[in-house]
C-alpha cells in the first residue's frame, strides 16, 4: 500500500517559553523534528508532508535538504492538531487508496523498530486505523483511550476535557497514528473545535471511526517512545535516553566509553573500533573518529575527522579541523579553523593551531601559537614559539619547511618564510625570511656587570 507520512510541526510550544519553535530545538545536535521524521522514512512512505505554522520559515531552513519533505502551512499554530492534518489534504486527495502515518514533531524517541511492527498490525489486522498508545502511572499530560465494556477503542479524551474519572485511565495516546486515507479524508471534515479549548483535535477522528464501525485498534508501543516533549525537563529527560541510545549503538560497534553517563556524543558522531573514550569527554557536530583512538577526560571535539590511532590527551579542545593517523594532541590543546595535523605530530600542553597545516612528524610540543601558518615535516617548534600573524589590520601567513628547528621563545612575524634545515635560535626575533640551511639569530648580548640591588647592602649580603 502507499503510504504516507505527516509531521505535525506547526505549534507554537507555549509551555517550552522559547522565542525559537520548539520543535526544531536541537537534541543531539539534530533538530527534534528530526527524529520522528527519521523514524517514519524507514516505512518508505512516498512523502512526508511537515505543517508547519508558528515561525515556519525557521522550520523550513532546518530541514530544507531532508528528502521527501514537502511543507504545509498551517496559518492558526493553535487550531489544533485535527486542523494541523487538515493543511496536508491536497496530498492525502491525490491518493485516497493510500494510508497515512501521522506524528507528533515534539515526540522525538519514538523507532523505527516500533513503527514498522505497528504499520505490519494495521496492514495484517486489515485495520482503518491504529494508535500507539502505551500505560503511564502518572498520565498527566496526554489524551486517555476510552475503550467500551468489550475492551474496543471509542475515543480519545484530551486531558484538559476529561471528566475525573476518565482522568484515572492509564492507557495514553502517544501522539502517532496510522489511518487509511479514505475514511480519514471523510472523518476530517467532520471535526468540530473543542468546546473547551477551541482548537480541532485529531484524535477525534477516533470517536467518528468507531461510530461508523470501522476497526480502530491499538498498538501498545514502549513507554519510553511515547514521552512527549512540552518543557524542558521532558526536552533534558528526552535528550538522555537518546544519548544513552547513541553511546549503546557505539559500545555494540566496539567502542569503549568510560563513564558513559559524563559523556556526551551527538548523533551524527561516528567512532571506530577499538577506540577509548574517557570521562566528560564531548563530541559534537559531525565528527568523525577512527579506529583505537584515544580520546582524554574532558576532551571536547566538534566536527573534526580524527583518524585511527591519534591520541587526544585529556582537555584538549579540536573544532573543524581533521587530525592524521597517529598524531598525538594535547594535554590542554586547542586546534581549531580548518587546520590539519599531518600524521604522527604532536601538539602538546597549551598549543594552540589556528588555520594551519602541521606537518609529518613535526613537533610543538609547548606554550605555542601557530596561526595561519604551514609548516613542513620533522620540523622541532620550541616551546613559548608564537606565530605573529596579525599587524592589527590584517592577517599574513608564515611558511616553515622541512627540518627546521626553531628555538625556544621566538617570535616569527608573518608574512615569513623559513626555508629547509633553518635553525633559528632561542628567543630571536624573525622578521626576516630565513634561506635553507641558514642560521637566525636576534639576541642582545648579555652583559654580567655588578649589581646595584639596594637588598643586597641592607641584608649585609
Ligand atoms: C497531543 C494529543 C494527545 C497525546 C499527546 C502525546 C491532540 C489533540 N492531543 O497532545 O492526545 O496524548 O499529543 O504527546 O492531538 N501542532 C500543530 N498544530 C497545532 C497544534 C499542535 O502542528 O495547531 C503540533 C505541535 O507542534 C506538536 C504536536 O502537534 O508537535 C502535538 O501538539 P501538542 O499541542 O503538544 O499536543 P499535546 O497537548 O501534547
Ligand atoms: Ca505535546
Same mark, same amino acid.
Given at each position: ?27 543531539? %545536535? ?26 515556519? @520559515? ?78 503511564? @502511572? ?12 468489550? %475492551? ?33 479524508? @471523510? ?193 622541532n ?22 627540518n627546521v628547528f626553531i628555538g ?10 623559513l626555508?629547509?634545515w633553518s635553525f633559528i635560535a632561542g628567543?630571536s ?5 630565513v634561506?635553507s640551511k641558514a642560521l637566525a639569530i ?20
Amino acid at each position: 500500500m502507499t503510504l504516507l507520512g505527516i509531521v505535525l510541526a506547526a505549534g507554537k510550544g507555549t509551555r517550552f517559553k522559547s522565542e525559537t519553535p520548539k520543535v526544531i530545538h536541537k537534541l543531539l %545536535g539534530k533538530p527534534m523534528l528530526f527524529y520522528p521524521y527519521n523514524a517514519l522514512l524507514s516505512l518508505n512512505p512516498e512523502k512526508v508532508a511537515i505543517i508547519v505554522g508558528h515561525k515556519a @520559515e525557521l522550520v523550513k531552513e532546518e530541514l530544507k535538504n531532508y528528502p521527501k519533505v514537502e511543507f504545509f502551512l498551517q496559518e492558526n499554530p493553535k487550531g489544533g492538531t485535527g486542523d494541523a492534518v487538515k493543511k496536508a489534504l491536497p496530498l492525502m486527495e491525490k491518493c485516497p487508496q493510500s494510508a497515512v502515518v501521522i506524528l507528533n514533531g515534539d515526540s522525538p524517541l519514538i523507532t523505527a523498530e516500533t513503527l514498522k511492527k505497528a504499520y505490519e498490525k494495521f496492514l495484517k489486522e486489515k485495520l482503518d486505523g491504529l494508535i500507539l498508545t502505551t500505560y503511564l @502511572e502518572d498520565p498527566t499530560g496526554y489524551g486517555r483511550i476510552v475503550r467500551d465494556k468489550k %475492551g474496543n477503542v471509542v475515543r480519545i479524551v484530551e486531558e484538559k476535557d476529561a471528566t475525573e474519572e476518565e482522568k484515572k485511565i492509564k492507557e495514553v495516546n502517544g501522539g502517532f497514528y496510522i489511518f487509511k486515507t479514505e475514511p480519514l479524508l @471523510e472523518a476530517l471534515k467532520e471535526l468540530k473545535p473543542s468546546e473547551i479549548t477551541g482548537e480541532v483535535y485529531l484524535t477525534d477522528v477516533v470517536e467518528i471511526f468507531a461510530n461508523r464501525n470501522l476497526r480502530v485498534d491499538t498498538y501498545i508501543a514502549p513507554k519510553e517512545e511515547l514521552l512527549g516533549v512540552n518543557d524542558r525537563v521532558q526536552f533534558a529527560e528526552v535528550e538522555k535516553i537518546l544519548l544513552r541510545r547513541k553511546i549503546e549503538n557505539l559500545q555494540k560497534e566496539g567502542v569503549t566509553v568510560r563513564l558513559p553517563e559524563t559523556v556526551y556524543i551527538e548523533w551524527d558522531v561516528s567512532v571506530g573500533r577499538d577506540t577509548q573514550i574517557e570521562p566528560h569527554v564531548s563530541l559534537k557536530g559531525e565528527t568523525k573518529i577512527g579506529e583505537n583512538a584515544f580520546i582524554g577526560q574532558g576532551s571536547i571535539i566538534e566536527n573534526s575527522q580524527i583518524g585511527d590511532e591519534v591520541k587526544v590527551l585529556p582537555y584538549s579542545y579540536i573544532s573543524d579541523s581533521v587530525v592524521e593517523r597517529g598524531a598525538v594532541v594535547g594535554p590542554f590543546a586547542r586546534i581549531r579553523n580548518g587546520s590539519l595535523l599531518k600524521k604522527s605530530s604532536e601538539i602538546g600542553n597549551f598549543v594552540e593551531v589556528k588555520k594551519s597545516t602541521v606537518g609529518k612528524n613535526t613537533k610543538a610540543k609547548h606554550l605555542t601559537y601557530i596561526g595561519d601558518a604551514t609548516i613542513g615535516e620533522n620540523t622541532n617548534i620550541g616551546a613559548g614559539t608564537v606565530f605573529a600573524n596579525y599587524d592589527g589590520v590584517n592577517k599574513y601567513q608564515t611558511f616553515v619547511g622541512n627540518n627546521v628547528f626553531i628555538g625556544s621563545n621566538s617570535l616569527i612575524i608573518a608574512p615569513r618564510k623559513l626555508e629547509d634545515w633553518s635553525f633559528i635560535a632561542g628567543g630571536s626575533v624573525v622578521n626576516k625570511d630565513v634561506p635553507s640551511k641558514a642560521l637566525a639569530i636576534s639576541r642582545a648580548p648579555l652583559k654580567i656587570l655588578e649589581s646595584k640591588n639596594p637588598l643586597l647592602e641592607k641584608k649585609k649580603i
